[in-house]
């Protein structure tokens, strides 16, 4: 592997090696500690603290929590340009790889790259250049890193395990019982978020104890957490209902009517969520497709002594209903905010038959203006934010990744 054509072979749970070494300034931790953390842990009994019971909606009736009536978009000074007007976002760099699955940004500045067959690369966003991690025997789904970087979990086919970096152990380990659709640690990083078909469950980070499981009317294909970590809201793909769970008493708050969403996203102080909404319409031979209707964002106010939520329209956002032959639209499918709050980043694909290319939006989020956008070679899989939001890494490809592009991120 050398310069900036990468050939990766697969994922690595390995890697953990380096991203160990970043924080203790040690060297490969992951070829000493490899077989312990793909070796089976003692199993423990997972117990439901008192603090968060566990919650089942069914048991309860279902309250009724509505969005606000929307209000016109707050005006801006400067004219707002149609999304074909927006600049150009620039592309720093373009890495060719292969077999790659999964990317993630490290706590080291990195970008980690998975592959289907066990190895890892980790690459360097200033300069392209692409360090190979050691390689493990199987394959890795999905890793998240804690916001402190002291620890990750990471999914495969039959489980999910939470590794300390630091003491290089695995803190606990949850058998699958079902297909997940999704990890994440909570925003100040207490619990290991779980989303999955028929559950969305919550465990304590430091002993692996669940602390919420709710049963879904949906499956969690997206969901966010408060800052304060007691509500989640959670959405099914190109279903219309937000759903609103409280972590702290366990019970569910009742749903959020929009049209059909497609991607959410919490601002980081948690006064925002980002939404992008679409209308179902019957297509030629069957189809059914997601036409853009709005993406907006919604201030929110929370009443947790009535269990209320209420969204207020803020600012819609630029955006012009892109089409690929003429047909089929670009739906978004991941919506992100910079950590600082000020730029939304959204990513749009293809939902028709073909090649096609995907987009690359960023807009500024006071105004709401489109501030730049890229047309993508079919077809974006993932999008990863990098250098504390200076720049989005995207990965692109059929099923595995053929390439990874790095574009900067206006203004930033």
């Known amino acids: 592997m050398r310069g900036r054509t990468v050939l990766i072979g697969g994922l690595t749970l390995a890697f953990v090696a380096l991203c160990a070494c970043a924080v203790l300034g040690g060297g490969f931790l992951a070829y000493r500690f490899l077989p312990r953390l793909l070796s089976p842990t003692p199993t423990s009994e997972i117990r439901t603290p008192t603090a968060r019971p566990l919650a089942s909606p069914t048991s309860t009736p279902r309250p009724t929590v509505t969005a606000a009536p929307p209000s016109p978009p707050t005006p801006s000074p400067i004219p707002s340009p149609m999304a074909t007007e927006a600049a150009a976002l620039p592309l720093r760099v373009t890495i060719p790889v292969e077999g790659v699955v999964a990317i993630a940004p490290a706590p080291d ?6 592959t289907a067959n066990g190895q890892t690369g980790f690459l360097d966003p200033r300069t392209g250049e692409i ?6 025997p199987s394959r890795v789904e999905e890793l998240v890193f804690s916001p402190d970087g002291e620890a990750f979990a990471l999914r495969t086919a039959s489980e999910i395990r939470l590794w300390d970096i630091p003491g290089a152990r695995t803190r606990f380990t949850l058998a699958l ?3 997940v659709r999704r990890i994440a640690f909570s925003p100040q990083g207490t619990l290991l978020l779980v989303g999955g078909t ?7 980070v430091e002993t692996g104890r669940r602390a919420f499981a709710f049963d879904l009317y949906d499956a969690a294909d997206q969901f966010v957490m408060t800052p304060d970590e007691r509500l989640i809201f959670q959405m099914t793909d190109r279903a219309s209902d937000l759903e609103v769970w409280d972590a702290y008493t366990g019970e569910w708050w009742g749903s959020l009517e929009f049209e059909p969403l497609t991607a959410i996203a919490l601002s980081p102080d948690g006064r925002l969520l980002v939404a992008a909404e679409n209308e179902m319409r019957p297509m030629e031979e069957g189809y059914e497709a997601p036409f853009p209707a709005r993406i907006a964002l919604w201030a929110i106010t929370i009443r947790p002594e009535q269990q209320e939520v209420e969204l207020r329209l803020a600012q819609e956002l ?12 670009l739906p978004l499918k991941a919506l992100a905010f910079t950590p600082d709050g000020r730029r939304i980043v959204g990513l749009a694909d293809w939902v028709g038959e073909g090649d096609t290319n995907g987009r690359l939006y960023v807009w500024d989020a006071g105004s709401g203006r489109m501030i730049g956008r890229a047309i993508l070679p079919p077809r974006p899989l993932r999008i990863a934010l990098m250098e504390e939001g200076r720049s989005m890494a995207i990965l692109i490809g059929y099923m595995t990744g053929v390439e990874v592009r790095i574009y ?5």
């Open 109 to 114: 500045g990195r970008l980690s790259l998975f």
């Open 131 to 136: 360090a190979e991690g050691p390689t493990a």
């Open 177 to 179: 019982e079902e297909e």
């Open 198 to 204: 028929d559950t969305l469950s919550g465990y304590f």
């Open 318 to 329: 630029d955006l012009v209903p892109e089409l690929e032959y003429g047909k089929f639209p």
């Open 408 to 412: 900067e991120i206006p203004g930033r």
